[in-house]
């Protein structure tokens, strides 16, 4: 069964204290692997896709990566509006489904 | 990339009465999702819409519970229809740009009473 894991629930860091995002998989075929923010009432922002392992995006204070099982979605140096949820999502090779996690609620403290 | 809207933002509606959420986008899009989100729970997609055919449902999510237009490229409308507390969640359209990029709306905040 296709399946998308995030660790931690929730994660609070200081001002300047860079961290990663874990976002673990299970699926039958991969198509890509994609990572969203989520502001609180609002729906999710597109931040990445990446396709085969070993690639690197990054934007601003984030970088993501893939590997076979996992992505991570590393903040360096985050800011107060670093705060959101951030969300991954897989889809696979059959369908049009993506699959979402839970996410993970990052709180950065000023 | 595509600009979503969504009407209403949120709504508080009694039990066993019927809302209707529409998503309106700035492009032409010829696949359009929506989804339910849960609180404190993953994104869970409830249908695709395709202008000119029926929509396909996900497990678990049929058409008497959740109807769904798709009248043209830009827009689609989304019915939750006689609902229960167990309704309560936020709705959120989607449209894919490319063939792996989905842009999501605001969301529609929906409380059952």
């Known amino acids: 069964e296709d399946q998308v894991t995030q660790s931690p629930e929730a994660l609070r860091l200081q001002e300047g204290e860079s961290s990663s995002l874990n976002c673990s998989y299970t699926?039958?075929?991969?198509?890509?692997l994609f990572w969203y923010r989520q502001d609180p009432g609002k729906g999710p922002e597109f931040l990445f896709t990446?396709?085969?392992a070993g690639e690197e995006k990054e934007k601003e204070r984030l970088k993501a990566t893939l590997t076979k099982k996992e992505s991570f979605l590393h903040i360096t140096a985050p800011k107060p509006e670093d705060s959101a949820t951030y969300l991954c999502?897989?889809?696979?090779?059959?369908?049009?489904?993506?699959?979402f996690g839970t996410g993970t609620s990052l709180t950065v403290i000023p | 990339s595509a600009v979503i809207s969504q009407k209403p933002s949120r709504d508080i509606c009694q039990r066993g009465t019927s809302l209707t959420i529409q998503c309106q986008v700035d492009?032409?899009?010829?696949?359009m999702f929506w989804y339910r989100q849960q609180p404190g729970q993953s994104l869970t997609l409830i249908a695709t819409?395709?202008?000119?055919?029926?929509?396909?449902?996900e497990s678990g999510f049929v058409i008497d519970k959740f109807p769904i237009s798709r009248p043209n490229l830009t827009f689609s409308t989304l019915t939750v229809s006689n609902m229960s507390p167990e309704d309560s969640s936020i709705y959120l359209c989607?449209?894919?740009?490319?063939?792996?990029?989905?842009?999501f709306g605001p969301g529609t905040r929906l409380t059952v009473l």
């Open positions: 989607s449209v894919a740009e490319g063939p792996d990029t989905q842009y």
């Open positions: 699926v039958s075929g991969l198509r890509g």
């Open positions: 990446l396709y085969s």
């Open positions: 999502a897989v889809r696979t090779n059959t369908g049009n489904q993506f699959y």
């Open positions: 492009s032409q899009v010829t696949m």
């Open positions: 819409a395709n202008q000119g055919s029926e929509a396909t449902y």
